[in-house]
């Protein structure tokens, strides 16, 4: 969506004056002091439920042309690996890439490990049967496309198709129970995404989801956009959603934990509401951590 596009969205959504203040500041900054939106990624040692200081946070840089975000983290042997979009500003394009950070913060960068004529962001992955599965974002091809690691972390091969015909953000999959679970967030128009829709199967694998009766499960701008998942036991699982509010895409997150799925209702409790953690940071909309050590993205206004 372009500009132009993306401000009338937003002036078609306003609901008060703290949204015009909101969307003035935007306007200013893109238009008169001729700023852009750049998102970033970084990391803490640290969990999700304390407070982000600053001097705990280790900022990973952006190339010249690029930025990072949606960043998902795996932990191997003593290293963590971080998963993101790799955002080009030439083409407007991402790919995903991988990071590699030791344990004193030395990092090792894996370019474009999977990389498409179509973008790609949001690179989530599970396990299954001892391999590791990426469902990434891929709402351009109309369809959610599963890929195989071949050789952790930077050999991935595209493995299948799981659904087609359909327009979505933000998958996740993981196991509750004995049923395997699928959200995504379907889209109100080209710009919001705000539908939470949850479908159910024996097999992560299958291209055979049923959808929940009662989808979509909620419709919301404040929490029906997924940002994470965090897994920190088979009973606590919790979802992480993103806000829109107009003119501040990704204003905050807010952490949920999931109740039950059943066939007919799916429930959540709201847990935590996350804001960025610093006056320079205007937004975060993604959210993962693993064994103490937690990612997240931010926006900043850039020249």
Known sequence: MNTKSKILSKLKSIKSIKDISSISKTLIASRVLKKRIEWNIAYIRGSWKTSFSKNKITHIPNPKNRWFADPFVIKRSQYHYIFFEDFYLKNKKGSISCIKISKDNRIKYYKEIIKENFHLSFPFIFKYNGNYFMIPEACKSKSIRLYKCVKFPNKWKF?????????????????????????????????????????????????????????????????????????????????????????????????????????????????????????????????????????????????
């Not at 493995?159 to 995504?184: A, E, G, R």
């Not at 919001?192 to 479908?199: A, E, F, G």
């Not at 499960?217 to 009973?235: C, F, H, M, P, Y």
């Open 159 to 303: 493995y299948k198709t799981i659904m087609t015909k359909i327009d979505y953000v933000d998958p996740v999959i993981f196991k509750w129970k004995n049923i395997w679970i699928l959200i995504i967030s379907k889209g109100k128009n080209d710009f919001l995404y705000n539908q939470l829709s949850v479908y159910t199967s024996k097999n992560p694998l299958s291209t055979n989801w049923k959808s929940l009766n009662s989808n979509p499960v909620t419709e919301s701008d404040i929490i029906g956009r997924n940002a994470g998942l965090i897994q920190e036991s088979k009973k606590d699982i919790y979802r992480i959603s993103q806000a829109y509010l107009p003119g501040n895409y990704g204003a905050y997150i807010t952490v949920h934990k999931i109740l039950d799925i059943v066939k007919n209702k799916y429930h959540e409790k709201k847990i935590k509401k996350i804001l960025p953690p610093h006056k320079k940071m205007q937004g975060i909309h993604t959210l993962n951590y693993i064994k103490n050590f937690t990612v997240f993205d931010y926006s900043k206004w850039v020249k």
